[in-house]
């Protein structure tokens, strides 16, 4: 049950205790009682996550309870819990929760091996080279060169003594901005595969593999050919009609469904030679990254980089198209992947399908938004045609209702690519917002679409009571036909059409763009370490007064800023 690992959860952000992840994992837990003999339950992951004891406890309040069994250092859970408490300083969650005394619900199996010494092992093993060095370069100090890094990396597991080797102890130890989110993801990936492996080794312990949105990754495993490929069994259980079956039965009973030939004939057709060898066989490598919601911005994409071709990952459900560009003389792979629908859920799963299929260090998201305007300040007025390059993505319908009417947003605005960041610093500009070169690409693409900038609808803008609103005099807009804001994006499974929410959302949380996918990419790419990066062409202004006219010129605007900034990157990069 790795799934239910703390860290390995914080690693894939917030979408991982998302309503749908809880449900993947319940799932999982089902599957694991219909198909295991005997379930391994880490203590740690049932005491110090409370997600974790809330799925669980049905389970093991049951009567299939005696195939879980805890397993954890010392004879019992008092020992292991006692021994837990020296490894995490006071005032710690961790801490806190090995100070109470705890409820054993099932047996207790004792380890052989241990975790620390395990990952201590293999963190010596596994120096910062090459990939690792190049990936936290930016985040290091300016004096810190790779033989300093890996000096100080050799002697993390000494100074750490008996401490817990989790990120909040080891990033300290090293000279990386530990504030920086990727950062964090890139420690909590290594030491949570080291943390794995430890335990399947030691119980020769089959996994889940390739699922949705509480994998990824492939998990080191103690019996690859045992492994259990989740998303092949759930979409086979889907086409024949058992998954709701499966999802409704008593606990009691799932064990039942097991010798049912409907299902014994779907775990034949869904399982093969084990998932973790071929997951990590499929990865292939990808220069670029573009995840698009919509048809008009694939092909937008398509005209500005060069027309794709149909490419199909084995395991894999989604199907790409593969581009190849020439920039400063060097030939780069360009993957682009179109959603099957809109929505940050399906962003979310197509990005980790992604991951799993690819292995890139830069992802966008690509299209087409609402804007916020703001005409009372010109400077940071949104109009139809402009650009808004994501500094932060804000889940805005990610609230909390009472009875009273009060809403409260519990999303917390996640910065994105530092990379980014600083490109669009080296090219704001008081003239025109922006370096105007990125227009080219726009003007080139707009001429193959055979479009006109001139003979476009009229920007109309309303109050949310419906009456017309005056644009603000702008003297750059003379100089250049769209402005580019960086800025916050929001970001729902609701597609906003309310002048009032959009009005709020740009004076309470400075919301300059919304639209439905960027918080998906965002926790699958952090999940993988990957740079991720939204741009957002403005088509509308969140109201119910829209002309799909804006559509492709917002798509072609997009796809033109991308174009732009990944070119400035790969410019900078190392010869």
């Known amino acids: 049950m790795h799934f239910f690992d703390i860290h390995f959860l914080e690693e894939r952000g917030t979408f991982a205790f998302s309503e749908k992840a809880v449900a993947e994992m319940d799932l999982a837990v089902r599957f694991a009682v219909m198909l295991g003999s005997r379930i391994f339950l880490p203590a740690a992951s049932y005491y110090e996550n409370a997600l974790a004891a809330k799925i669980l406890r049905p389970f093991l309040d049951s009567e299939v309870s005696d195939l879980f069994t805890f397993v954890g250092g010392g004879s019992s859970l008092d020992e292991f819990r006692l021994g837990k408490i020296e490894q995490y300083r006071q005032g ?68 750490l003594g008996r401490e817990a080797f989790i990120v909040e102890h080891v990033i300290p130890m090293l000279p990386v901005d530990g504030r920086n989110l990727a950062v964090k993801n890139f420690f909590h990936g290594r030491i949570n595969a080291f943390y794995f492996e430890s335990y399947t080794k030691d119980f020769s312990a089959a996994v889940f593999q390739n699922m949705n949105l509480s994998g990824g990754i492939s998990i080191p495993s103690g019996a690859p050919s045992d492994d259990i490929d989740f998303l092949a069994l759930l979409k086979m259980s889907r086409t024949s009609g058992l998954l709701q079956r499966i999802r409704d039965c008593d606990i009691s009973r799932l064990e039942s469904i097991t010798f049912d030939p409907a299902f014994q004939e779907v775990f034949a057709m869904s399982q093969t030679d084990g998932a973790a060898e071929r997951i990590i066989k499929d990865a292939e490598v990808c220069d670029l990254a573009i995840l698009t919601a919509l048809p008009k911005e694939r092909e937008a994409v398509e005209v500005v980089f060069g027309k794709g071709k149909t490419l199909e990952v084995d395991g894999d459900p989604q199907l790409y198209k593969e581009i190849f560009v020439q920039i400063a003389g060097k030939r780069k792979r360009v993957i682009l992947a179109v959603l099957p629908t ?45 650009v808004v390059i994501g500094q932060s993505v804000f889940e805005w319908d990610h609230v909390k209702r009472t009875a009273g009417g009060e809403v409260t947003y519990r999303d917390s605005d996640q910065r994105l690519s530092q990379k980014i960041f600083q490109l669009v610093a080296n090219f704001k500009s008081e003239k025109t917002s922006f370096d105007s070169d990125w227009l080219a690409f726009r003007e080139r693409a707009l001429t193959e679409f055979g479009l006109d900038l001139s003979n476009l609808p009229p920007d109309i803008l309303h109050a949310a009571d419906d009456s017309l609103l005056q644009h603000p005099d702008d003297a750059r807009r003379k100089l250049v036909p769209s402005i580019v804001h960086f800025g916050k994006i929001g970001s729902g499974d609701t597609l906003l059409k309310d002048p009032v929410i959009r009005d709020e959302l740009r004076e309470k949380h400075g919301v300059l763009a919304v639209e439905m996918e960027s918080v998906g990419l965002r926790d699958a790419g952090w999940a993988h370490g990957a740079e991720v990066a939204v741009v957002r062409g403005i088509v509308d202004y969140c109201d119910a007064h829209k002309d799909d006219r804006w559509h492709m010129i917002g798509a072609l605007s997009a796809a033109a800023m991308t174009r732009f900034l990944y070119e400035k990157i790969v410019e900078a990069e190392p010869r």
């Not at 207790?108 to 990936?135: G, N």
């Not at 830069?362 to 010109?378: E, S």
Request: glycine share 8%; proline share 6%.
């Open 342 to 386: 809109m929505g940050n859920a399906r962003a979310g799963v197509t990005a980790a399908n992604f991951f799993r299929s690819f292995k890139t260090k830069h992802a966008f998201m690509v299209g087409i938004a609402g804007g916020a305007p703001l005409p009372g300040t010109p400077l940071e007025h949104v109009r139809l045609g402009d």
């Open 92 to 159: 710690s969650a961790q801490y806190d929760a090995y100070s109470r005394e705890t409820e054993q619900l099932i047996g207790w199996t004792k380890r052989q091996r241990s975790a620390t010494k395990d990952i201590a092992r293999s963190w010596l093993d596994t120096p910062p080279h090459d990939d690792a060095y190049d990936f936290l370069r930016p985040h290091l100090g300016s004096e810190t060169t790779s033989a300093h890094l890996e000096r100080l990396w050799q002697e993390v597991p000494e100074k």
